[in-house]
């Protein structure tokens, strides 16, 4: 057997990352086997080409879009492989959200892409954004107070004395659709934390924020919020990742079992793919819990180490399940009817029925005489059926998060390294997205044993600062009360004097 030997299980983002990080970190002193059963890099991620005007846009289905607030390792890593001052490869644009009553025909909730638009609205729109921003005060001290993330919704809501039970169930639950992708009537399950931890540090966490606000009052264009995407897709940033660390996945290659020694002593582990038995001192699995539970069982039943089944179990009582996307062009089947309503991120509501869709009109340049590009990405609960715009389909797997998941996600913890065996992925902590999977395999390559490279030590997880989110917090409620009627100014900077109070 060759020493040091690594096999990372699946050549998604964590599997990718691992093996980059363990270049990094280590150069060549691990081998490092990397199986993909797919015929592509890429898992979740899969990316489409669409033109318009003679320009060719790259539109991805996975995870594309990312934000410097809440994915502040993610972003160091694309910066790192040169991609991050490259117009041609990454961009940013302004971002807005809008909930839709589909039957009633009306939004619930509208927050412009840009704070001059604040401008179009009436007292209503006033009344649901200044709920909107007591939420948002709840969300920032909750991600502060680093609660349990067993804390759910439901129970979360009952704390929240400031806002109306109307407006939790209207527009709170259907806007977090877009976050823990359950039912409507499940919402209440999922974790509160992982439900608002996202989207708050979007907004309101970016590392290095000056302490002073130079934002214009009127500043024209000025964003709303600001999302980052990358022009060559996830998939191109893996590419990229793969180059830099100069490893070749094995792709079409399953791994199909893992037996450690019978002994249970640790030493070797038994790797099975179609080509045959191999062996390695750590198997990554960068899949998902489901698949890395039926590569385990499999290992345990030829002879394998029958105390790894309470392990099997837990993998599999992680809530994790298919979802359907569906990429549309030249029109959609689930957006509002006018278009001057759309914003890049749109909830439809539609009795039970929630919708999820991104414009990417709104967060691409334009093409002709300012034409925005009529392409859609959506998913919904129930799943989606077909659309006569339909682009391409994608299965896109996910954790459901409810308490439970967050429970057994806790109780792996416990399992990471027993028989070198590890698990990495944006479902294992945090937030799935890539910056949950960056920190799985930055937090596998530095438990590894061997000595990191002198120049390397300790890869990088970059801290959010909890005291910028409520500084930036505060300054988004200023920009936005500028907008506003002259009543309605003092209310909307105090919201978070106002919920700190009621504690």
């Not at 909750?142 to 169930?169: A, G, Q, V």
């Not at 907008?483 to 105090?494: F, N």
């Amino acid at each position: 057997m060759t020493t040091n030997r690594i096999v990372i299980v699946g050549a998604g983002a964590a599997g990718v990352f691992t093996a980059y990080r363990i270049r990094e970190m280590y150069g060549d002193a691990y081998e490092v086997l990397l199986f993909e059963a797919n015929d592509r890099v890429g898992g979740n991620t899969m990316s489409a080409t669409v033109e318009y005007g003679g320009k060719p846009y790259n539109i991805d289905c996975g995870a594309q879009f990312f934000y410097k607030n809440p994915q502040p390792s993610y972003t160091a890593l694309v910066d790192q492989l040169g991609l991050m001052d490259s117009a041609s490869e990454v961009i940013s644009a302004p971002a807005g959200f809008l909930v839709w009553d589909k039957q009633a025909n009306d939004q619930r909730l509208w927050l412009p892409s840009r704070v001059i638009e604040f401008l179009q609205y009436d007292a209503a729109d006033w009344g649901r954004l200044s709920e909107f921003l007591i939420y948002l005060a709840y969300s920032a001290e909750l991600d502060r107070s680093n609660p349990s993330w067993t804390l759910s919704i439901d129970d979360w809501f009952k704390t929240l004395h400031l806002l109306s039970d109307d407006f939790k169930e209207k527009v709170i639950k259907p806007f977090v659709y877009q976050f823990v992708s359950l039912p409507y009537s499940r919402i209440g399950e999922s974790s509160a934390l992982y439900a608002t931890t996202y989207f708050v540090r979007n907004l309101f966490g970016e590392p290095g924020t000056p302490d002073v606000d130079t934002d214009p009052p009127d500043l024209p264009g000025l964003p709303t919020f600001q999302t980052y995407q990358s022009m060559i897709g996830l998939d191109g940033i893996l590419k990229r990742a793969l180059e830099a660390a100069g490893v070749t996945p094995k792709l079409k290659t399953p791994v199909l079992a893992v037996r450690p020694d019978s002994s249970g002593a640790g030493g070797a582990l038994h790797v099975t793919t179609k080509d045959g038995v191999l062996q390695a001192d750590h198997v990554v699995f960068a899949c998902d819990p489901h698949k890395a539970a039926d590569i385990i069982e499999a290992g345990t039943s030829v002879g394998g180490v029958s105390t790894l089944l309470p392990l099997v179990t837990n993998l599999r009582g992680l809530e994790y399940i298919p979802l359907t996307i569906r990429m549309q062009k030249d029109g959609s089947c689930w957006m509002p009817p006018d278009s001057d309503d759309w914003e890049p991120a749109n909830t439809i509501v539609d009795g039970d029925d929630l919708t999820f869709s991104v414009w990417f009109g709104r967060l691409r340049p334009t093409y002709g005489l300012g034409k925005r590009i009529p392409v859609f990405k959506s998913w919904g609960a129930p799943n989606l059926g077909p659309c006569r715009h339909q682009l391409l389909e994608h299965s896109h797997f996910i954790p459901l998060p409810t308490t439970t998941f967050m429970a057994l996600r806790e109780g792996l913890k416990a399992w990471q390294g027993t028989n070198g065996m590890w698990f990495a992925g944006g479902w294992t902590n945090w937030f799935d997205s890539q910056e949950a999977a960056l920190d799985s395999a930055t937090a596998i390559a530095e438990a590894l044993p061997l000595p990191a490279k002198p120049a390397t030590g300790a890869a990088r997880m970059i801290k959010v600062q909890p005291e910028a989110i409520e500084r930036n917090l505060r300054r988004f409620a200023e920009r936005v009360a500028r907008k506003a009627p002259k009543d309605l100014q003092q209310g909307l900077t105090d919201v978070l004097e106002r919920v700190k109070g009621e504690g």
